[in-house]
């Protein structure tokens, strides 16, 4: 029988619980989207519903195009669960935080690489920030969480996707970071090429220039 045992709450989110449990007698991670008292209960099983079942779609791709995610066990839609792989590894946030230059300037181009694969393949993380990516002991570089994620191929989404990553090493990593978005950018160009990597560059840019430009007005 499936039945999930010994489940340990690990992350409570402003979207979902996760956490970790035993099924079949294996190590496992189940995420599970909690209602929103805010939304009317029709439209919050639908969103929860869509999710659930978008986010092992987008896991899938990502495979495909060549980006590790783990591997999905079970899709419980009437409870908005996920269970999925747990990740033997430790978490880029930490690893980049206790690593030396080489090992960060390494780290950050893999990644850089991969987040290309996926734009490439039309995907969107939506979330990319050290504390979603876990390397294995083999040195695998493995993404997690796609709650946010979608698909879209536009330049817009893309630019967005590498500002949100740009701004979490801002965030966490501050006294390297740029040198390691220097890095994410030098992977991302090996696989989708200089003038495309430019043109997500500007996207950046014009990202930041509309952010100051609305602080600048509520001041």
């Known amino acids: 029988m499936d039945t999930l045992t010994e489940q340990t709450l690990l992350k409570k989110g402003a979207e979902a619980s996760i956490y970790l449990a035993n099924w079949n007698e ?3 991670i189940v995420k599970i989207r909690i209602p929103k008292r805010y939304r009317p209960p029709a439209l919050d099983d639908r969103i929860r519903s ?10 899938h791709e990502a495979k495909a195009a060549g ?3 783990p591997l999905i066990y079970m899709v419980n839609v009437n409870e908005a669960a996920i269970t999925m792989q747990y990740i033997e590894g430790q978490q880029v946030k930490q690893l980049l935080n206790n ?49 946010l994620g979608e698909k879209n191929s536009e330049l817009e989404a893309q630019g967005v996707d ?43 840019r014009e990202i930041e220039r509309r952010g100051r430009y609305v602080e600048e007005r509520k001041q």
């Open 162 to 204: 590498l500002h949100l990553m740009k701004r979490a090493l801002q965030s966490t990593h501050y006294r390297f970071w740029e040198e390691c978005f220097k890095d994410v950018l030098s992977g991302y160009q090996c696989v989708v090429g200089a003038e495309t990597t430019e043109k997500v560059y500007e996207k950046i």
């Open 50 to 59: 869509y999710r659930t079942v978008h986010e092992p779609q987008l896991m």
């Open 67 to 69: 980006v590790t995610t």
């Open 26 to 28: 294996r190590k496992v």
């Open 99 to 147: 690593s030396s230059a080489e090992k960060r300037k390494e780290v950050c181009f893999q990644i850089g690489n991969l987040i290309a694969k996926l734009h490439n393949h039309g995907l969107i993380h939506g979330d990319l920030t050290t504390s979603n990516m876990i390397q294995t002991p083999e040195g695998k570089i493995v993404f997690v969480d796609f709650g």
